[in-house]
């Protein structure tokens, strides 16, 4: 069975740093770009980042600069380090592995996590 799991979410103040994990297990996911997409409440599920299978990497306007996505392909892992964290990334964030389609949008994506919540207070 084919699951992707989140860890790392939580409370910070503005300004902070947190590191979110994304743990895949059931299959390999080398092979794979592996992306976060983040859901304010209220709001449609957004693009964050994705890595390439061969580490190329793309990050959503709102985000970039602040964010980084890595991966660890030995251990199956995907990582997100936030830093310079503002009230508008409220949000769940997932873990999802690309099936096929741009990078960019939701139903591209075979494979999700059920989500970590990350609140940023002001």
């Known amino acids: 069975q084919v699951q992707l799991v989140e860890s790392g979410g939580g409370l910070v103040q503005a300004g902070g740093s947190l590191r979110l994990s994304c743990a895949a297990s059931?299959?390999?996911?080398?092979?794979?770009?592996m992306a976060w997409f983040r859901q304010a409440a209220g709001k449609e599920r957004e693009f964050v980042a994705v890595?390439?299978?061969?580490?190329?990497?793309y990050y959503a306007d709102s985000v970039k600069g602040r964010f980084t996505i890595s991966r660890e392909n030995t251990k199956n892992m995907v990582y997100l380090q936030m830093n310079g964290l503002k009230p508008e990334d409220t949000a769940v964030y997932y873990c999802?592995?690309?099936?096929?389609?741009?990078?960019?949008?939701?139903?591209?994506?075979?494979?999700w996590g059920q989500g970590t919540q990350v609140t940023v207070s002001s």
């Open positions: 999802a592995a690309h099936g096929r389609g741009l990078y960019s949008i939701s139903l591209s994506y075979d494979y």
């Open positions: 059931g299959r390999t996911f080398g092979g794979d770009a």
């Open positions: 890595i390439t299978r061969d580490y190329n990497t």
